[in-house]
């Protein structure tokens, strides 16, 4: 298994150098489980998106808020999880930041609780 550590500080200087201030690898992909590691440099934005049936949103340094259409949906700072709902959403860095995605995918979308 990686060492979060280190991949969060070599996916922040990828990102510094990255056009669109992102870098991202992928760590776990077992069946329909995925987790991603992800950095996003401050104001940098993951459009909106689908969610997958289930994910979820770990900040592994840094903050980021979750919007859904023009509302502020969860502001997640380091050592906090989010559950992401079942909505179109998006992403952005208030400062530089590393997250945990974990999603499910290839299973039918249950009602969110």
Do not use: K
């Not at 999603?103 to 979308?109: A, C, I, L, R, S």
Request: net charge negative; charged share 25%; aromatic share 0%.
């Amino acid at each position: 298994m990686p060492d979060l550590h280190a991949l969060a500080e070599d996916l922040l200087t990828s990102a510094r150098a990255d056009p669109h201030g992102r870098s991202a690898q992928l760590v776990v992909h077992d069946g329909e489980l995925r987790q991603t590691v992800l950095a996003l440099v401050a104001g940098a934005r993951l459009g909106e998106h689908s969610s997958p049936p289930a994910a979820s949103l770990q900040a592994l340094r840094g903050h980021v808020r979750v919007e859904v259409g023009d509302e502020v949906q969860q502001e997640v700072a380091a050592g906090e999880l989010w559950e992401l709902t079942h909505e179109r959403h998006a992403v952005v860095a208030l400062e530089d930041s590393v997250v945990l995605l974990t999603t499910v995918t290839g299973v039918e979308t249950r009602p969110h609780r």
